[in-house]
């Protein structure tokens, strides 16, 4: 992620221990533990902006730590009993940041055993009890959580924890996301139907429908000047151009115009329903040239009026770092194990094998009956 998210790390220990002297002066435990939650924070300040109290052993202290993070704006938190610890400690917790989601960790504090261990050892060790209890209070309390387990030391349990946190980040920055719908749902294909209002409230996610002839105004308003800009910035990618003037100028205008589409009403998807009649109709071809500026923007791009697909891409655009393109599986081949898979329509360039030129070809399916032959890019 670009910006580190928030993240809330719970660590405790029983505060039993301490009261009847298991964590007293004679015992090094208290600062062996302090050592382990301290690398346990160091290690997420790697990926993640932490807000950390230390170990919480007590009502007052659980609660403290709760407020702060509430404060701090926590995308996510960490709860971990690095030792034995009473289920009032993470209720508290609960209970002030609610709605939070919980990634449920037990942290080892060993790799591996001695042969012959002390007590003080065994204790140190018994976080697992914690865990094993603290999860079967969560579930009876029907919390969602992620699970994570292993020595605290071990970097691909941090790798894990990136994951989780990162993907819960995406989650949340769903509330903020437009999708543009032109211009409304595909008849021809059910499956890619969504009831957009449960869309908005489980995830926030709002659409925003688009009229053809809105789109048909802002291509026929571009300039000689605007259209040259563009193919030259097509030559400057490398493309291949096999379509004439005529056919690339229209291209041309609409893919400009969905850009000017999309950056007015702030939009970072876009489901098009491109085999409806009226499209074809009102624009004279299916929009589908690619515009390299939308990879820079971060805009994905479906087909078929596909808002779930458009939805999943702008996921894993954001997750990966990784622009997705729309396509579907073909046929299979079950001999070689493997699958035919394509899709006309847009695609994002910036996927195409470097080793291979990008070619703008005619729309291979409606160059014969749409009144232009409209151009669409290959390899």
Request: hydrophobic share 40%.
């Amino acid at each position: 992620m670009d910006i580190k998210p928030k993240v809330g790390v719970f660590l405790f220990t029983a505060g039993w221990f301490r009261e009847v002297g298991l964590q007293g002066k004679s015992s090094n435990l208290s600062d062996e533990v302090d050592e382990i939650a301290s690398t346990i924070n160091i290690n997420l300040s790697e990926f993640a902006q932490t807000s950390f109290k230390g170990v919480i052993f007590s009502e007052e202290s659980a609660r403290n730590a709760a407020l702060e993070a509430k404060v701090f704006g926590i995308d996510t938190m960490i709860v971990s009993p690095l030792m034995w610890s009473e289920d009032i400690l993470l209720k508290t917790i609960l209970k002030e940041l609610p709605g939070i989601p919980v990634i449920f960790c037990n942290f080892l504090p060993y790799e591996n055993f001695e042969k012959f261990m002390s007590f003080d050892k065994m204790l140190k060790g018994s976080g697992t009890v914690g865990a094993l209890q603290m999860s079967g209070f969560l579930k009876r309390e029907e919390f969602l959580y992620a699970p994570v387990f292993g020595y605290y030391k071990d970097k691909n349990v941090y790798k894990e924890l990136k994951r989780h946190i990162n993907a819960i980040s995406v989650s949340k920055s769903l509330k903020a996301l437009k999708v543009g719908v032109l211009p409304y749902r595909c008849d021809q294909m059910t499956v890619t139907y969504v009831d957009e209002f449960n869309l908005h409230k489980l995830y926030g996610i709002e659409l925003c429908y688009i009229e053809l002839q809105k789109v048909k105004d802002a291509a026929q308003s571009f300039s000689n000047e605007d259209i040259s800009s563009f193919k030259s910035l097509l030559y400057s990618k490398g493309f291949e151009i096999e379509v004439d003037e005529r056919n690339l100028t229209e291209a041309i205008k609409y893919s400009l115009a969905l850009e000017k589409i999309i950056k007015k009403n702030g939009l970072k998807a876009m489901a098009i329903n491109d085999v409806i009649e009226e499209m074809h109709d009102c624009f004279g071809l299916r929009p589908c040239l690619a515009n390299p500026r939308l990879s820079d923007y971060g805009i994905n791009i479906a087909m078929e009026a596909d808002i779930a697909a458009s939805v999943a891409m702008h996921m894993l655009d954001q997750y990966l770092k990784c622009a997705p393109f729309y396509t579907e599986i073909l046929c299979a081949d079950i001999k070689n194990n493997s699958l035919i898979m394509g899709h006309m329509g847009y695609y994002d360039c910036i996927n195409s094998d470097p080793a291979y030129p990008v070619k703008i070809i005619s729309d291979p399916e409606y160059k014969t009956t749409d009144r232009f032959t409209g151009a669409a890019c290959t390899t």
